[in-house]
């Protein structure tokens, strides 16, 4: 009989009040034994769920890094707007917030 079905019959031995107590004690221990199973489980969600959201932020920097990159290729080409400081440090801040390209 496999573990999930020693415990169902167990279940219903003590559901009709007819189990014994060293059932009981084994029903306790797979009780246990599902529970953590469960808290592992939702640890493994909580951290797969985590791992993505580091990946799309890792997308959204590495997006950002490329824009700045071509703006400074611009910058280098002599961009007419590039002597005026603030309008240059107001570009590049907008650069920086413009939103993620998709990528295909």
Do not use: F, Y
């Not at 559901?15 to 107590?21: A, D, K, S």
């Not at 529970?35 to 890792?58: F, G, I």
């Amino acid at each position: 009989m496999s573990d999930r079905a020693q415990l169902l019959h167990l279940v219903d031995r003590a559901r009709r009040g007819t189990i014994l107590p060293a059932e009981l004690d084994a029903l306790a221990d797979g009780i246990t034994a599902l529970d953590q199973a469960l808290a592992d489980a939702d640890a493994a969600a909580d951290h797969s769920d985590r791992t993505c959201e580091a990946v799309t932020r890792a997308d959204r920097a590495e997006g950002a890094i490329e824009r700045v990159r071509a703006l400074a290729n611009r910058i280098e080409a002599g961009a007419p707007w590039t002597a005026n400081h603030r309008d240059l440090a107001n570009r590049i801040r907008a650069t920086l917030d413009q939103p993620q390209q998709p990528t295909t």
